[in-house]
């Protein structure tokens, strides 16, 4: 070994349990133990994600109060999900929103035999993780572009099942999947049920954008009839909200005569250059799940047919050996 006549040789005893290049495991060293904590001995099967566990294994529960809107939510999802989420179903798209937990929580129920065999298209980052901490098997649509149910979310439908979606950001994909869906069901609470779009939704039309073009589609869009559109700024960061396909969106209000005819004013919005998706889904929807505050589910049709579903026919309320099966 060569060294320096100032710096003395130092050798290293390959010997020592703790210093040996060999031997060396990626707790051992310097620093005490508590300072590298080794993943030694996890036996988790899955992988747990960065967010709390948002579903745990269903076991028989009461029932939640009928007249809470989170109550309503369950009712419909519960509702859809056992109208359309049969054994034959393989492929299936997971919305996005606040009723959608419920949805996945039923399938969940619905037992691991049943959906052994079945693969989960997510909408989101947060169906996403609802799919990964349920322990149902995640895929993508580019790898099913041809699937049999997406059961999804919405912030208001009107008569004609034509509805508003992206409060939460993620419309471009959800467009995706609902058109990629043999079937597209969509759930919601009875504040979701509407006459015309933008009655009980007011904050507009979710417009996903190119960063870059954002001011130029803001004029375009106060000329086309929306005066009030505004960039979506973020409420616990500094800037716009930034979708999961990392663009800005902008809400747009639109006076009710021109929402009497979504269609029209979705291709207009569509049209203009730098707009990526819009928050309009028309002509799309099979059927729409709404849960009401006494217990009933109304539901909607395509084809102009409602149907109402009696509270003492509601899944909430049947035995919970019925409801539950074994995970």
């Known amino acids: 070994m060569l060294s320096s006549p100032l710096i003395p040789a130092v050798r290293i005893d390959d010997s020592s349990p703790i210093h040996s290049r060999w031997n060396r495991t990626p707790t051992d060293g310097v ?3 508590s300072l590298r904590p080794s993943l030694a001995g996890q036996n988790n099967k899955y992988i747990t994600s960065s967010t709390p566990q948002l579903l745990q294994p269903l076991a028989p529960k009461a029932a939640p109060s009928s007249s809470s809107v989170e109550g309503s939510k369950r009712l419909a999802a519960w509702t859809a999900v056992d109208r359309h989420i049969h054994p034959e179903h393989k492929v299936i798209g997971i919305g996005s929103g606040s009723t959608v937990p419920y949805v996945v929580e039923r399938i969940v129920s619905q037992g691991k035999a049943m959906n052994k065999d079945r693969v989960f298209i997510p909408t989101s980052f947060q169906s996403k993780e609802l799919i990964v901490n349920g322990q149902l098997l995640l895929g993508d649509v580019d790898q099913y572009p041809v699937i049999d149910v997406t059961i999804d979310g919405a912030d208001e439908v009107d008569l004609d099942l034509n509805c508003i979606k992206g409060g939460g950001g993620c419309h471009l994909r959800e467009k995706v999947l609902a058109e990629a869906a043999d079937t597209f069901i969509l759930v919601a609470d009875y504040r979701k049920n509407s006459s015309v779009l933008g009655t009980m939704f007011k904050q507009g039309i979710p417009i996903e954008v190119v960063p870059f073009a954002y001011t130029k589609i803001l004029q375009n869009l106060h000329l086309l009839g929306s005066p009030k559109a505004v960039l979506r700024m973020a409420k616990a960061k500094a800037g716009p909200v930034v979708s999961d396909n990392g663009n800005f969106i902008i809400d747009a209000p ?15 919005i569509k049209m203009l250059t730098g707009v990526v998706e819009v928050g309009l889904f028309c002509h799309m929807a099979k059927a729409a799940y709404f849960g009401n505050a006494d217990g009933s589910v109304t539901i909607k049709f395509h ?5 109402q579903v009696q509270a003492d026919k509601s899944p909430l309320i049947e035995k919970p050996e019925e409801q539950f099966q074994s995970l």
């Open 303 to 307: 084809d102009g047919q409602v149907e």
């Open 254 to 268: 639109f006076p009710e005569e021109m929402m009497k005819d979504p269609y029209t004013l979705l291709t207009r």
């Open 31 to 33: 620093y005490p133990q």
